[in-house]
């Protein structure tokens, strides 16, 4: 347990102290929202079924959020510990990976987390933004999502050989993945072909399950997606877990 | 008492043999260095010794247990410092210290140890402002933190200018002195000869000798050289009142005597003093294990 909480404190000072981590994850998710909020503004919207534009954008948003630890920081820092043989240093310490792992996952939560509230707060006092369900219920839909998200994250680190294929595949699954989840540009207006692409994304699932969440829609509107989540979950950390390598 | 044992080992890399049967014993407080070029393998031998690699066959016992079985309590026993390690960046000495300190159960006092390295002034510093000679050091206190008995050193003072690679070598001469294992890995046959009790020279991935320092240099029997300035007239009886096997040479006014006896000079000496020759500036060049290497190998030492 020394071990654990050791790693974690100075996982979660690392991170706190690298700068593109702390403009990634705390501050251009809030830019985003001020940029389209202003936009757009928050006023009841019949593109939207009634909603304000920032109520139906921030549920993705925190999707956004949860991806940039998952798909950047995770699998970036992962990768680069392996290459700097820091990995293999910890191997010849009573540390096994299990503690290393935990720790990246539980900082990059605390860092969403914090980020997600700073976002919201933000919402609220700029734009009036309004939560219509229920908040344990959104709130295990989001570990849900950043479940997901963070095991694709170690499946990238598992997989690539090196810091720089690991940063050119999370490059590659991050932005597309921004831009076509539905968490960055809504895809109500997306044409039908981008449409087909986005069901192919996991990201995809986990920004409708927190819209409609957020907005007051029923669970059972999303029994596909939470299988989704789960059994891709599921599948991506069976193959991190396999393929793991100190070096 | 043993502290290691390497019983036949071999490691493969696909159809290279990194390690070719290697059989070794350490004894419990020695310094055991690991001689060979760049290539020979001695990492792969030494990573496997301390349980961060799989071998193919053989076995390595740590105090008479078998690694494998050991498993991460092997890591309470020894320590270990590998070649190029990084740390992460935007860390601090005293944070890093501190953060491998918890990963023991009875950690040594890394302030201490920060102390004893002289470098308690930088344990503010970020880790990657140090110089390579401080970071060695930093590498060593990590080794050490856990209290181990034996440690494994690679290629330590590799890359170290020489005045931090003589500050190295006597921090290792301390460690021993408290009683210490510790194995190390090297390219640089000064530094084998000046800290090592036994010596073992990989080439190849196969183990080519294993001896104490003195025993590798007379195994080869290679001559001695003592040589001084004597007049010429008086040294024509020197070859005759020796009382050991000897080649005397002149080359003008220097007097060269050469013979494998390790006690050659002071044959000469007595013999000079006996007959009350006159000489001066007499000195005595012994063979270096690089001539051994050449001798025995028939390679010159490459680095």
Not at chain 1, 1 to 21: A, G, P, Q, Y
Not at chain 1, 156 to 162: E, L, V
Not at chain 2, 70 to 95: F, M, R, S, W
Not at chain 2, 241 to 268: C, G, M, N, R, Y
Request: glycine share 6%; charged share 20%; with cysteine.
């Amino acid at each position: 347990m020394k071990k654990l909480v050791s790693t974690i404190k100075v996982e979660w000072s690392l991170n706190i102290r690298n700068f593109l981590n702390v403009f990634f994850s705390l501050v251009f998710p809030v830019m985003m929202l001020l940029l389209f909020g202003s936009i757009y503004g928050n006023e009841p919207s019949t593109y939207y079924g009634g909603y304000g534009s920032v109520d139906v954008l921030t549920p993705g948003y925190l999707g956004m959020v949860i991806a940039v630890a998952g798909l950047m920081t995770l699998p970036i820092t992962l990768s680069q510990y392996r290459e700097r043989k820091i990995l293999k240093r910890f191997k010849a310490t009573p540390m096994g990976p299990k503690e290393i792992l935990i720790s990246q996952f539980v900082v990059n939560t605390v860092v969403t987390m914090i980020s997600s509230l700073i976002l919201i707060v933000v919402g609220i006092i700029v734009f009036h933004l309004k939560f219509y369900g229920n908040v344990l219920l959104m709130l295990l839909a989001y570990l849900l999502v950043v479940i997901n998200l963070f095991s694709l994250g170690l499946c990238i680190a598992s997989i690539s050989k090196n810091a720089k294929a690991a940063l050119a595949i999370s490059y590659v699954i991050y932005f597309p993945m921004l831009f076509l989840s539905g968490a960055t540009l809504p895809l109500e207006f997306m044409p039908n072909g981008i449409k087909m692409i986005s069901k192919g994304l996991p990201l995809t699932y986990g920004v409708e399950l927190m819209k409609g969440l957020w907005l007051g829609k029923a669970l059972s509107d999303f029994t596909m997606h939470i299988g989704v989540l789960l059994l891709l979950s599921l599948v991506l950390i069976i193959i991190s877990y396999k393929t793991f390598k100190y070096e | 008492m043993i502290a290691i044992e390497v019983k036949e080992l071999v490691k493969t890399y696909g159809e290279l043999k990194a390690v070719d049967d290697v059989s070794l014993r350490i004894k419990e407080g020695e310094i055991f260095g690991l001689l060979g070029p760049n290539g020979a393998g001695k990492s792969t031998l030494m990573e496997c010794m301390a349980g961060l690699k799989k071998y193919d066959k053989g076995q390595i016992l740590i105090e008479g247990q078998d690694v494998n079985q050991l498993g991460k309590k092997l890591y309470n026993t020894i320590g270990v410092q590998l070649q190029e390690t990084a740390y992460p960046e935007h860390l601090k000495v005293k944070e890093l210290c501190k953060w491998f300190s918890d990963l023991y159960e009875k950690p040594a006092d890394y302030n201490e140890l920060l102390k004893k390295f002289h470098l308690s002034d930088k344990a503010n510093n970020y880790v990657n402002t140090l110089s390579g000679g401080q970071r060695q050091k930093i590498a060593i206190i990590l080794a050490l933190i856990g209290k181990p008995h034996i440690l494994f050193l690679d290629e330590l003072t590799t890359g170290l200018d020489p005045n931090s690679k003589k500050e190295m070598w006597a921090e290792i001469k301390a460690l021993k002195e408290v009683g210490l294992t510790i194995f190390l890995t090297t390219h640089n046959m000064e530094e084998a000869s000046y800290l090592c009790d036994q010596i073992a020279v990989l080439d190849e991935g196969k183990l080519l000798l294993v001896d104490t320092l003195d025993q590798v240099i007379a195994s080869t029997q290679l001559n001695h050289e003592v040589s001084f300035k004597a007049g010429i007239e008086e040294m024509q009886q020197l070859k005759s009142v020796l009382k050991i096997e000897a080649e005397v040479e002149f080359i003008q006014e220097t007097v060269k005597v050469s013979s494998s006896h390790e006690d050659l000079i002071t044959h000469v000496v007595l013999a000079l003093n006996h007959y009350k020759i006159p000489y001066e500036k007499i000195q005595m060049k012994s063979p270096t294990l690089e001539d051994a290497y050449l001798k025995l190998t028939g390679k010159y030492w490459e680095v």
